[in-house]
């Protein structure tokens, strides 16, 4: 039988379990400390157990650790993208992202994805698995321990559909906010989707104040088809419908992710028919210049048109920031660093 997997226990299930060997309650707080605190990477490390105790730990746990494969430092912003390589031999990518207002980490949810959308590298070669939350901790921990430096903002917006993966996802956010764990706010917290209706439902039900972004990247289902084909399931007005509910739960305004992609959905009218499809809606527009893919045709719009579109929405009142492209120097993001890599072993 399959070990369970201790780092993706919540402190709750983690106390019962524990209890369940006999041991005193106080070692629950002692042994989750060492996982989701102090970060331990093994059961040797934790040196306040009796030698005993940890010994049964290790008959009875596995033990999630994740081994960097990779890293690469951008000499321009400091940003890192991490390669890591996960007990199965599968590689995931992470990038660590240092703002003035505290550091931010990009995790992945799954290895691979197979939502299929036209622009993105990780969707190309499908899924391969879902991420368990204790994977989708370790990139924050590991990278927490590798920089020295705090992480106060996590973004699911690495490779994977988080919505796709959504038990692994609320036990994620659940250990990650903890306060016996990192503690990291909820309200720093993002999570993006490429729209999956009953999804965005559920999560607003979960009673946490976390923040939705949506990946639109059109202002109708026409051009949405051609970018992404989850489109051909939920229609944006269902979509939209849904982020409205989200808002009205949790009281959180949505992030409108809009990739701007020459010649495709980058014009005047394009600009105009996003800003009638969410005025009135809670939340701002985020552009993000598409990062070019070298397997698909794409090319990123031109710094003024990326203007235009951006002074038309801000006129019709839209809140809208234009996301700064972070380590340039150092490969894409979205799956380019894995994908080289994984083509690279291939070859070798
Ligand atoms: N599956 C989720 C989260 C992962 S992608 C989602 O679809 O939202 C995170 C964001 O990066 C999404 O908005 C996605 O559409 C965008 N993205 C993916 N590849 C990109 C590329 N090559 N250039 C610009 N944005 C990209």
Same mark, same amino acid.
């Given at each position: ?162 919505? #796709? $993966?959504? /038990? ?5 956010? +659940? @250990? =990650?906010?903890?306060?016996? &764990? ?83 959905? #980058? $014009?005047? /009218? ?5 800003? +009638? @499809? =969410?005025?009135?809606?809670? &939340? ?65």
């Amino acid at each position: 039988m399959e070990k369970c997997d201790i780092k993706s226990l919540t402190f709750d299930e983690l106390s019962s379990e524990i209890e369940k060997q006999g041991e005193k309650a106080f070692r629950s707080s002692q042994v989750y400390q060492w996982l989701h605190q102090k970060l331990a990477d093994s059961f040797d490390e934790m040196s306040n157990l009796p030698l005993s105790f940890r010994e049964l730990l290790k008959q009875e746990y596995s033990f999630t650790s994740l081994k960097k494969a990779d890293v690469r430092i951008s000499r321009i912003d400091g940003t890192r993208k991490y390669l890591f390589a996960l007990e199965d031999g599968n590689i995931i990518e992470s990038v660590w992202m240092k703002y003035k207002h505290g550091n931010s980490v990009c995790i992945s949810s799954q290895v691979g994805c197979r939502m299929g959308c036209r622009f993105c590298a990780s969707t190309l070669d499908g899924l391969e698995r879902n991420l368990t939350a204790s994977e989708m901790l370790e990139q924050i921990y590991q990278i927490q321990k590798d920089t020295g430096e705090r992480v106060s903002n996590v973004v699911v917006m690495g490779s994977g559909e988080p919505l #796709d $993966n959504y /038990d692994n996802l609320i036990r994620f956010i +659940r @250990l =990650i906010t903890h306060e016996k &764990g990192l503690h990291i706010s909820q309200r720093n917290i993002t999570v993006s989707t490429c729209g999956i209706v009953p999804g965005i439902y559920r999560l607003a039900e979960e009673g946490l104040t976390i923040t939705l972004a949506l990946s639109l990247h059109a202002p109708n289902d026409q051009v949405r088809k051609t970018l992404m084909p989850v489109a051909n399931h939920y229609k944006l007005e269902d979509v939209l419908k849904a982020c409205q509910a989200y808002f009205e739960k949790t009281g959180r305004r949505v992030t409108f992710e809009y990739s701007l992609v020459k010649g495709v959905n #980058d $014009n005047l /009218d394009e600009a105009k028919a996003l800003a +009638r @499809l =969410i005025k009135g809606h809670h &939340g701002h527009v985020n552009l993000i210049p598409v990062n070019p893919i070298k397997e698909r045709e794409y090319v990123q719009s031109d710094k003024k048109a990326i203007e235009i579109f951006r002074s038309y929405l801000e006129r019709q009142g839209i809140a809208v920031t234009v996301r700064r492209e972070m380590g340039r120097d150092i490969n894409g993001a979205c799956g380019q660093l894995r994908k080289s890599f994984m083509d690279e072993r291939e070859l070798s």
